[in-house]
C-alpha cells in the first residue's frame, strides 16, 4: 500500500514556498496550463515561492487532456533548465505531465514508449527515485496528487495510454479548497463523476490474491486489485461523492461541498491508486481519443473543441459494466449503491448491476452529461475500432472481475450508444 502525502485546508497553498526553502530547493519548475495562469491557484504559488525566496521557470503550455506530443514539448523544456523540484498546479492533466516531465528529465530512455504501459511500451520500471514533486490540484477528481500514474492521449493510435509506478507519485500534494473556486460547473461535474467511477472500479475489481505475484517487488504493478485498504477509502469516497457532488456543481460557492469534494477525489485516488480501475476507464480510452473531428463541444472547457472531458467518457460507460460485471461480485456493487444513498434492504442480488446502473443513471441525467455515445457523434459502425481501442489496455481491462472479450466490449458499447 502506497500513498502520497497530503496536505488539507483552505489557503494551504501559501505554505508551499516554506516547504521548498526547509528541503534546500534551488529551482524549482512550475507547470500549469493556459487557462489556470491566469487563475489565484498560481498566483498564491508564484507569491509564496516569492516570499521563500525560491528561484522559479513557469512552463505554462501544458495541454488540457495530454497526449505524447505535449508532454515531450514539456520534458524538452525541463531538460534545459537546471531545477532540483517540480511543482504542478492544474488539474490531472498538469499533474500528470509534470510526473512524465520528472521520469524522462531523470532518466531519459532510448525510446519514449520504454516506460509506457504494455502491451503499447515496454512498461520497464522507474530506475530509482526522482526529484521532489509538489501537486497543487485546482480540480476535484482525478487524485493525481496521491498516484504513481500519469495518463495521456497516443496520438499516432488515437488511444489513451499511460505510465504507471510507484516511485512517480508526488511528495505532497496541497487539497486547497480555495483552488477549486474558479472551476465551472461543467468541469466539477465531469471531475466529480471521474471520483465516482474511481471509487467503484476499485472497490468492485478483481480481488488482489487472484493477481500474480510479482517475480521482484519492484515488478509489482501499481494497480493490484481490490484489498482490504483499498476498500476503506473507496467507499468513504462514494459515501463523500453521494453526499456532495450535486451541491458542489450547481453551487459553485458552497465551501463545504467543494472541500469534501476535494478530499473525496484523494481518498478515491487512495483507493485506486492500489486497487487500479477497470473496464469503465479501459473503454473510456478510445473514446476520448477518437472523439475529434466529430463536432462534439462541451461547455466549460476554455479553448478545447472536439474533445470529451475524462470523467464524461469514463462515466457514460459506467451504467452498461456494472450491469456486465455485477454477476461476478453482486454484494460489493450493492454497498457501492448504498455508499451512493440507496436503499438497498430488500435488493436482490441478481438485481445488484441494473440498481447501481439506475442510481448513476438519475445521477448522470442531473449533471447534464451527454446521454450516449451518439451525442458524442458516434454511431454503431464505430464500435468495431472502439472495441480494437479497448483491447491493449490490459493495464486496466484484466482487473474486471469478469472478464470482457472481444464481444463483450461490442455489446457494452452498443449499449452506450444511448444510455439514458
Same mark, same amino acid.
Given at each position: 500500500?502506497?500513498? *502520497?502525502?497530503?496536505?488539507?485546508?483552505?489557503?494551504?497553498?501559501?505554505?508551499?514556498?516554506m516547504?521548498? $526553502?526547509?528541503?534546500?530547493?534551488?529551482?524549482?519548475?512550475?507547470?500549469?496550463?493556459?487557462?489556470?495562469?491566469?487563475?489565484?491557484?498560481v498566483a498564491?504559488?508564484?507569491?509564496?515561492?516569492?516570499?521563500?525566496?525560491?528561484?522559479?521557470?513557469?512552463?505554462?503550455?501544458?495541454?488540457?487532456?495530454? &497526449?505524447?506530443?505535449?508532454?515531450r514539448?514539456?520534458?524538452?523544456?525541463?531538460s534545459?533548465?537546471?531545477?532540483? #523540484?517540480?511543482?504542478?498546479?492544474?488539474?490531472?492533466?498538469?499533474?500528470d505531465?509534470?510526473?512524465?516531465?520528472?521520469?524522462y528529465?531523470?532518466?531519459?530512455?532510448?525510446?519514449?514508449?520504454d516506460?509506457?504501459n504494455?502491451?503499447?511500451?515496454?512498461?520497464?520500471?522507474?530506475?530509482?527515485?526522482?526529484?521532489?514533486?509538489? #501537486?497543487?490540484?485546482?480540480?476535484?477528481?482525478?487524485?493525481?496528487?496521491?498516484?504513481?500514474?500519469?495518463?495521456f492521449?497516443?496520438?499516432?493510435?488515437?488511444?489513451?495510454?499511460?505510465?504507471?509506478?510507484?516511485?512517480?507519485?508526488?511528495?505532497?500534494?496541497?487539497?486547497?479548497?480555495?483552488?477549486?473556486?474558479?472551476?465551472?460547473s461543467?468541469? #466539477?461535474?465531469a &471531475?466529480?463523476?471521474?471520483?465516482?467511477?474511481?471509487?467503484?472500479? *476499485?472497490?468492485?475489481?478483481?480481488?488482489?490474491?487472484?493477481?500474480?505475484?510479482?517475480?521482484?517487488?519492484?515488478?509489482?504493478?501499481?494497480? !493490484?486489485?481490490?484489498?482490504?485498504?483499498?476498500?476503506?477509502?473507496?467507499?468513504?469516497?462514494?459515501?463523500?461523492?453521494?453526499?456532495?457532488?450535486?451541491? $458542489?456543481?450547481?453551487?459553485?460557492?458552497?465551501?463545504?461541498?467543494?472541500?469534501?469534494?476535494?478530499?473525496a477525489?484523494?481518498?478515491?485516488?487512495?483507493?485506486?491508486?492500489?486497487?487500479?480501475?477497470?473496464?469503465?476507464?479501459?473503454? *473510456?480510452?478510445?473514446?476520448?481519443?477518437?472523439?475529434?473531428?466529430?463536432?462534439?463541444?462541451?461547455?466549460?472547457?476554455?479553448? !478545447?473543441?472536439?474533445?470529451?472531458?475524462?470523467?464524461?467518457?469514463?462515466?457514460?460507460?459506467?451504467?452498461?459494466?456494472?450491469?456486465?460485471?455485477?454477476?461476478?461480485?453482486?454484494?460489493?456493487?450493492?454497498?457501492?449503491?448504498? $455508499?451512493?444513498?440507496?436503499?438497498? *434492504?430488500?435488493?436482490?442480488?441478481?438485481?445488484?448491476?441494473?440498481?447501481?446502473?439506475?442510481?448513476?443513471?438519475?445521477?448522470?441525467?442531473?449533471?447534464?452529461?451527454?446521454?450516449?455515445?451518439?451525442?458524442?457523434?458516434?454511431?454503431?459502425?464505430?464500435?468495431p475500432?472502439?472495441?480494437?481501442?479497448?483491447?491493449?489496455?490490459?493495464?486496466?481491462?484484466?482487473?474486471?472481475?469478469?472478464?470482457?472479450? !472481444?464481444?463483450?466490449?461490442?455489446?457494452?458499447?452498443?449499449?452506450?450508444? !444511448?444510455?439514458?
Amino acid at each position: 500500500m502506497a500513498a *502520497s502525502a497530503i496536505r488539507f485546508g483552505p489557503g494551504v497553498t501559501r505554505e508551499i514556498g516554506m516547504d521548498l $526553502a526547509e528541503l534546500g530547493i534551488r529551482h524549482a519548475l512550475v507547470l500549469t496550463d493556459p487557462w489556470i495562469r491566469k487563475l489565484p491557484p498560481v498566483a498564491a504559488v508564484e507569491q509564496s515561492l516569492n516570499d521563500n525566496k525560491i528561484v522559479y521557470t513557469l512552463f505554462d503550455r501544458v495541454r488540457v487532456e495530454p &497526449t505524447d506530443i505535449s508532454f515531450r514539448e514539456a520534458i524538452d523544456f525541463a531538460s534545459g533548465i537546471d531545477f532540483d #523540484a517540480i511543482i504542478a498546479v492544474g488539474g490531472g492533466s498538469t499533474i500528470d505531465t509534470a510526473k512524465a516531465v520528472n521520469l524522462y528529465t531523470c532518466y531519459p530512455p532510448e525510446d519514449f514508449l520504454d516506460y509506457v504501459n504494455p502491451p503499447i511500451g515496454k512498461g520497464k520500471p522507474v530506475p530509482g527515485p526522482v526529484k521532489p514533486l509538489f #501537486a497543487v490540484p485546482t480540480t476535484a477528481g482525478t487524485g493525481s496528487e496521491t498516484t504513481g500514474v500519469a495518463i495521456f492521449d497516443l496520438a499516432h493510435l488515437h488511444a489513451k495510454t499511460g505510465i504507471a509506478h510507484r516511485r512517480l507519485k508526488p511528495t505532497l500534494g496541497f487539497l486547497d479548497p480555495d483552488n477549486t473556486r474558479t472551476m465551472p460547473s461543467a468541469v #466539477a461535474a465531469a &471531475t466529480g463523476l471521474d471520483v465516482l467511477s474511481h471509487a467503484i472500479e *476499485s472497490y468492485t475489481a478483481v480481488h488482489y490474491t487472484e493477481r500474480p505475484a510479482p517475480e521482484r517487488p519492484i515488478l509489482r504493478p501499481a494497480y !493490484q486489485g481490490n484489498n482490504p485498504i483499498s476498500d476503506v477509502w473507496s467507499l468513504q469516497a462514494l459515501r463523500m461523492v453521494g453526499e456532495y457532488i450535486f451541491r $458542489a456543481v450547481e453551487d459553485t460557492s458552497d465551501d463545504e461541498a467543494r472541500s469534501n469534494m476535494i478530499l473525496a477525489s484523494a481518498y478515491a485516488g487512495v483507493g485506486f491508486g492500489n486497487a487500479g480501475v477497470h473496464l469503465p476507464h479501459g473503454m *473510456s480510452y478510445p473514446v476520448s481519443g477518437m472523439v475529434k473531428g466529430r463536432g462534439y463541444r462541451q461547455s466549460g472547457y476554455p479553448d !478545447q473543441p472536439e474533445m470529451i472531458p475524462h470523467g464524461f467518457s469514463v462515466i457514460l460507460n459506467a451504467p452498461a459494466v456494472f450491469r456486465f460485471t455485477a454477476q461476478a461480485c453482486p454484494q460489493r456493487h450493492l454497498d457501492a449503491a448504498a $455508499a451512493l444513498g440507496v436503499d438497498i *434492504s430488500n435488493a436482490n442480488p441478481a438485481d445488484a448491476g441494473k440498481i447501481l446502473a439506475d442510481r448513476i443513471i438519475v445521477m448522470m441525467d442531473r449533471l447534464k452529461v451527454p446521454s450516449g455515445l451518439k451525442e458524442l457523434g458516434y454511431t454503431s459502425a464505430d464500435i468495431p475500432a472502439l472495441v480494437e481501442g479497448t483491447l491493449p489496455q490490459h493495464r486496466v481491462t484484466k482487473l474486471s472481475p469478469r472478464p470482457a472479450a !472481444q464481444d463483450d466490449l461490442a455489446r457494452l458499447f452498443e449499449e452506450t450508444l !444511448q444510455v439514458y
